[in-house]
């Protein structure tokens, strides 16, 4: 990780929260504030990309479900010479060659073999499962085919699934997947939105499937229907034909395990999932603040509580996918009102910030005072970083919430 990446500071803003801070907190408000700091803590510390099996017949659409849900080329679709001898991992990067996902290729999969065959195919996986296991099975069937004889397939799947929890300790959750459902009939309608016939098509693929895998589970996690393709020209989307892959995104984040999340809302670009976990860390640091505020606090101890609030704005900055680092944050800082210059360490920005959130300097600063601030700054965070608002919109955000108590 980039040294400059602030969002290390998380880690020790939590440490110091939970050694410094949490010891001299009434056990009623230790009650409130604490779990709260475990939450952050699922979320920020050892965060890492997620890792998934993606198993599937040759064409399925791996490949191409994977372009789709980063927007980018990462995968080779089409290609045949990529497969593999045995079952592997494969490390997704991006321009910047940072990982962004790590997935399983299971080889051969149902693909008619010779029992001798499968029996080697799944003696591969055991070397490649020995010090590594997915958070979660994809397991993806082209939409015309889910009627075909797949049994042997979801036979392989859950073999899969059983060898990682021996291995592990773990049961991976398996998404049934049901790809390119522009196919379906009717043929002329395949184009996203599709029409009302269509939408029957694509559900009776999915209740099948869905039928299928229970016969053999007991506890699917979910069966989400896809169109995935995309065109690319020289790197850059030139067609784009997706349905149903932002709510595939939600669905899986909701299978891994938190401290994918972060990760996960960044390399996806999705928006509303972005928001939706700074609003999670904004929540957890405003009770923290509310806690914590309510106690007379020696000025000491004041950054402490406002590194809280620093680290929240450098995880949303983060999660945005903007290069993390003091100048945006300093630009952040200022257009809010933190009368910052660029020039300041962090440790300094902290106090010029402290006066902002904190005013009432010196004694008992009001709770819920140190709430709104807190607030009000993850809410012109997501404007400003994941919006992608003017300056001048993120301050307005600011002044807005800071001047309304939570509820
Ligand atoms: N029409 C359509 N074609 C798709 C879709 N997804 C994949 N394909 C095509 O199916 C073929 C195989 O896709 P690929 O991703 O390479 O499959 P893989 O072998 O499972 O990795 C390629 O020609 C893709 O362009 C889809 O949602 N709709
Ligand atoms: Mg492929």
Not at 20 to 39: D, F, S, T
Not at 235 to 243: E, L
């Amino acid at each position: 990780m980039n040294p400059d990446d602030q969002r290390l500071e998380f880690d020790q803003s939590l440490r110091m929260m939970r050694d410094r801070l949490v010891p001299k907190l009434p056990a009623n408000i230790k009650r409130k504030v604490l779990p709260e700091i475990e939450k952050l803590e699922d979320l920020l510390v050892d965060t890492r990309p997620p890792k998934f099996a993606i198993v599937g017949r040759r064409g399925a659409g791996k490949s191409t479900l994977i372009n789709a849900i980063f927007q980018d080329q990462v995968a080779d679709v089409g290609s045949v010479t990529a497969e593999t001898e045995r079952a592997s991992w494969h490390t997704y990067t991006d321009k910047t060659n940072e990982t962004i996902m790590e997935v399983l290729d299971t080889r051969g999969f149902g693909e008619g073999a010779s029992d001798r065959f499968q029996m080697s195919e799944e003696r591969t996986w055991e070397e490649a499962l020995a010090n590594k296991y997915p958070d979660a099975i994809l397991f993806l069937i082209k939409a015309k085919e889910v009627d075909s004889r797949i049994q042997e397939d979801i036979g392989q799947l859950k073999a899969l699934q059983q060898q990682i929890k021996e291995k592990h300790d773990y049961v991976p959750p398996i998404v049934g997947i049901v790809t390119q459902v522009d196919e379906l009939d009717p043929i002329y309608d395949h184009t996203p939105p599709f029409g009302d016939s269509k939408q029957r098509a694509i559900q009776q693929a999915t209740a099948h499937l869905e039928k299928l895998l229970a016969k053999q589970f007991n506890d699917i996690a979910g069966v989400l229907p896809v169109c995935a393709y995309l065109a690319f020209e020289n790197g850059r989307i030139v067609y784009d034909r997706r349905w149903n892959i932002h709510r595939l995104i939600d669905f899986l984040l909701e299978q891994l395990p938190n401290n994918t999340w972060m990760e996960w809302a960044r390399i996806t670009k999705a928006k509303s999932i972005q928001v939706k976990i700074a609003e999670t860390i904004g929540k957890s640091a405003s009770a923290i603040s509310l806690g914590v505020g309510a106690q007379p606090i020696p000025l000491a101890d004041l950054p402490v509580i406002t590194s809280i609030q620093l680290s929240m704005v450098a995880s949303i900055a983060y999660i945005s996918g903007r290069k993390l680092n003091r100048k945006t944050l300093v630009e952040f800082l200022g257009a809010v009102g933190a009368n910052v210059g660029t020039a300041f360490a962090f440790r300094q920005l902290s106090r010029s910030l402290s006066k902002l959130v904190f005013p009432v300097a010196g004694h008992a600063v009001s709770g819920t005072l140190a709430a709104t601030a807190t607030w009000g700054l993850c809410k012109a965070a997501i404007l400003y970083f994941i919006e992608r608002q003017p300056a001048e919109e993120a301050k307005k955000m600011y002044e807005k919430n800071a001047e309304h108590p939570l509820d």
